[in-house]
C-alpha cells in the first residue's frame, strides 16, 4: 500500500522528474481576446495550487496543454488527461459545440487540485487556469495524494489500492463544510457508483478501475 493516506494539506506528488512541461500550441481560429489571453498564459510561469517535493512549479517530464481552448482530435489526441490545477483552483470545460452553450456541455468542473477526464474525437476543451497532461505519459511514480484541504480525483488501483476505507470530515465541519464524496465508473463521469455528503464516519468500498471524488475528507484505510 503506497504510503499517501495519511491527512495531507496539500496536492503533493511523490518523485521529482527534471525535464519542465513543453506547451502545445492553440488553435488559430480562436478569436483575439482568446489568443491574446493564451498567449499571455503562456509567456507567465506557472503556479501551482500546492508545491510538489516543495517546488514552487510543476516539473514533469510528458507533454502539458497550457491554458486555451482545443479541438479534440485536432489540436490534442483523443484519450484520457490529468488536469491539475494552477493558482487557487482551475476551470476544465468539455462540450460538443465549439461555442459551449449551455445543451453541449459534457462537463464543467471547477477544481482545486486536479481532475481526470477522457476527451473524445470531436469535443472541445477549454482549460483555464489549469494544465492538462495524457495519461499515457503521466509518469508511473507520480500519484495523487489525498487533500483534506479541497477536493481532487483519485484514481483507485494507481493513487489508491482498491479496498475498504472510512472517509470523516475535515476541520471545517464545525462551521457547518460537511465532506462529500463521490464513486464513478469511468472519467467520462456518466455512471455514478455512490456518493453522498460526509457528516460522519462514512466506509466505502473501492475497486480497481474507479475513480473517487472527494471534498474536504480525510480517507484512512479501514
Not at 509567456?43 to 486555451?68: F, S, V
Not at 482551475?90 to 465549439?98: K, N, V
Not at 453541449?104 to 492538462?132: D, K, P, Q, W, Y
Not at 456518466?190 to 466505502?204: R, S, W
Request: hydrophobic share 40%; with cysteine.
Amino acid at each position: 500500500m503506497k504510503k499517501t493516506l495519511s491527512v495531507l494539506l496539500c496536492l503533493l506528488l511523490t518523485v521529482s522528474l527534471m525535464a519542465g512541461c513543453g506547451s502545445k500550441e492553440k488553435i488559430e481560429t480562436e478569436p483575439a481576446s482568446q489568443s491574446e489571453a493564451a498567449s499571455a498564459a503562456d509567456e507567465k510561469p506557472m503556479e501551482p495550487a500546492a508545491p510538489i517535493n516543495g517546488k514552487e512549479k510543476y516539473d514533469i517530464d510528458a507533454t502539458c496543454y497550457q491554458e486555451g481552448f482545443y479541438r479534440i482530435g485536432q489540436d490534442m489526441p483523443e484519450g484520457e488527461y490529468m488536469v491539475l490545477a494552477l493558482g487557487m483552483m482551475g476551470t476544465m470545460r468539455l462540450a460538443t459545440d465549439e461555442k459551449m452553450e449551455d445543451d453541449s456541455i459534457l462537463m464543467s468542473e471547477v477544481f482545486t487540485h486536479n481532475t481526470v477526464v477522457t476527451a473524445c474525437t470531436g469535443e472541445f476543451l477549454r482549460l483555464e487556469s489549469a494544465i492538462a497532461i495524457p495519461m499515457g505519459e503521466w509518469p508511473a511514480e507520480l500519484v495523487i495524494s489525498v487533500p483534506e484541504d479541497g477536493d481532487a480525483v483519485l484514481m483507485v488501483g494507481y493513487d489508491i489500492p482498491e479496498g475498504a476505507y472510512i472517509l470523516s470530515p475535515n476541520s471545517l465541519e464545525r462551521l457547518g463544510v460537511y465532506g462529500e464524496y463521490t464513486i464513478f465508473y469511468s472519467s467520462r463521469y456518466d455512471k455514478t457508483h455512490n456518493g453522498t455528503y460526509v457528516k460522519e464516519a462514512t466506509p466505502i468500498t473501492l475497486e480497481k478501475g474507479e475513480y473517487l471524488w472527494i471534498n474536504h475528507c480525510r480517507l484512512e484505510a479501514a
